[in-house]
């Protein structure tokens, strides 16, 4: 999952832009033209594996990498590529690779995370062939281009990178990057729990948030610093009804009985709550939008985070939608069984994002009281996990800070909650601090395509990121 540039920082301008923006590229730092051709190697090769749920492409892009590290200096012992099965019938696999530190390590390991797993594009669809690298108008195009195999390229060269110049990290870096992150997502959850005798650390990078963006003319509107994001919880409504002949309705009827659940459903609003890194977010948002409704919004609830009507005129805002509350939303239906029966069962699925710290039962016992008793609620089988908010380590804040001020200086940098969810919720949940610190950049919203038709990186972007991930591990981990 990735929602890019962090979208929700700033409402944009409608005008066209066929291309990144020129203020962006006139001082942008290269990389040297080998580095450049490995680069386009391994994202090429990347890009054309298409790594989907179902088509078992997964085991060959984990071994082509660690082929990869291997190459590049990494011992046999330190690359596993651990195969696993996320959905029955569909192959995956993780990669996890571990540089050691130079001599005794002075810090407990850093834990570097992405995914090499995308969702499904189809050539019809797109303007380009979906697993085919198109480089044109100063970007890349293909599926995965963004969501995250930029990701996993950016942060393994940067490391090959850092390797051939002798650096001599002074505590252990690993790095995951898992093969159901658009699923299941086993792969984290193996990777927090039996696979922590290699996973183990004090904290995560996760290359699959953050990010920075730019209005169509080229202005800079922040970097995002992701330290929270929801649960995800998945909930069934279960109507059922003794029936009958439909030429006999009965005052009682499961499809009514749903559809009157989920209206209530539709008019409820959960409490409003605010955390550390809400707090920060909408502290600089307010700013942002100054003596607008909104901005005066913004501050009414940062004053009061009990004042719902407040927290609703944020929520209006299509980009602020999750930011304040638990969300749930009915996601699909299912119903009756014969066109002349009344219907014995009515079923829908609703989809909650809860806030972090929130245990989903208590977001269960909200819903049942919200709908009432005729309705039975059912969590799906695979529990969500209630995943604390990560602390703003200055360690992790500085070394970001630097990283993305040294391509783009005064760069404003704004914690986050995702309102979606990456792996890094299976390490939270388990006591390791996740921070979404990727330093790709786009257009906002033009680039915004993750899953979508035509995804899109500007190519500046990829060798940015690079050099973004060099300094961070730098800093992190060096002497």
Known sequence: MRLLFAASLLALSASAMAEPPASTLQKAPKLPSSWEATTREIYKTAIEMPTV???????????????????????????????????????????????????????????????????????????????????????????????DKQGVVATMVALMKLRAAGFKPSRDIIVLYTGDEETQGKGAELGATEWRKWTDAEFALNADAGDCGFTRSGVPIGCGLQTSEKTYQTYVFHVTNPGGHSSRPRPDNAIYELADALKALQAHRFTPAINETTRAYFTERAKQEGDSALGKAMRAWLANEQDGAAADVIEANELEVGMTRTRCVATRLKGGHADNALPQLAEATVNCRILPGVEPKVIQAELQSVVGPKVTIVPDADAGRPTPVSPLRKDVVDAYTKAVRARFPGQQIIPQMSTGATDGLEFRARGIPVYGVNGAWGVSPDDERAHGKDERLPVQALWDNILHWESMIRDLAGK
């Open 53 to 147: 749920a179902g088509r078992n492409q997964l085991p060959a892009l984990a071994n082509y990498l660690a082929g990869k590290l291997k190459a590049a200096g990494w011992a046999e012992g330190d690359v596993h590529v651990l195969p696993y099965t996320s959905i029955p019938g569909n192959d995956t696999a993780a990669l996890i690779a571990r540089w050691p530190a130079a001599g005794k390590p002075t810090k407990k390991p850093i834990l570097i995370l992405a995914h090499m797993d995308v969702v499904e594009a189809l050539a019809s669809d797109w303007g380009t062939d979906p697993f085919k690298l198109v480089e044109k108008e100063g970007y890349f195009y293909g599926r995965g281009t963004g969501d």
